[in-house]
């Protein structure tokens, strides 16, 4: 029996909307695509003090959800910036051994953030997160939802401390903390 091409289609979009919904099921946070996408356009505007390896991986660790390290490393891994590939590393616990310049707090519990900070200072990371407290916890970029859409703000004194050096030209679309819009 062989099928119209109007039912063909239909079955084939079909097929597609159940991949579709299957894909969208294992994300667990529809922003996370978004998140990665700014996590990536972080790692691209930033600079960061010499004495990392130019050959070195640029290492980007993440502590909290690991559905949100599956998409950054899907997103990430093997980008190359600043003639560096991308590597993302999925870290269990804040005391575990790392070699990350980039630290992702995928976490709202405060106690786990306050720790992966505390961890992370000797390091000089740049630190990401995305809870309310996070800047206020010493955190130096927070991600958020604002009117449906994603945006970041960040903390000048956390991010003098990374020691990393974010580009103007991608701090002018968040806000500053401490300073009005």
């Not at 640029?58 to 590939?85: I, T």
């Amino acid at each position: 029996m062989s099928l119209s091409p109007n039912r063909a289609r239909v079955l084939a979009s079909l097929a597609l909307l159940g991949l579709l919904a299957s894909y969208c099921a294992a994300t667990s946070e529809p922003e996370d695509e978004l998140k990665s996408a700014i996590v990536l356009s972080f790692l691209r505007y930033s600079e960061w003090p010499p004495g990392a390896s130019a050959d070195a991986p640029l290492m980007v660790g993440v502590v909290g959800r690991p559905s949100l390290a599956q998409v950054l490393r899907r997103a990430l891994d093997g980008k190359v910036v600043n003639n560096r590939s991308i590597r993302v590393l999925e870290i269990k616990s804040a005391a575990e051994p790392h070699g990350y310049e980039v630290l992702y707090v995928a976490s709202d519990r405060t106690a786990e953030i306050k720790q992966a900070l505390a961890e992370a200072r000797p390091t000089h990371a740049l630190t990401i997160g995305e809870s309310d407290q996070f800047l206020d916890d010493g955190g130096a970029v927070n991600l958020l939802l604002v009117d449906g859409h994603m945006s970041f703000e960040v903390s000048l004194p956390a991010l003098a401390g990374s020691g990393v050096e974010i580009s103007s030209k991608l701090l002018r679309y968040g806000q500053i903390k401490g300073r009005r819009p």
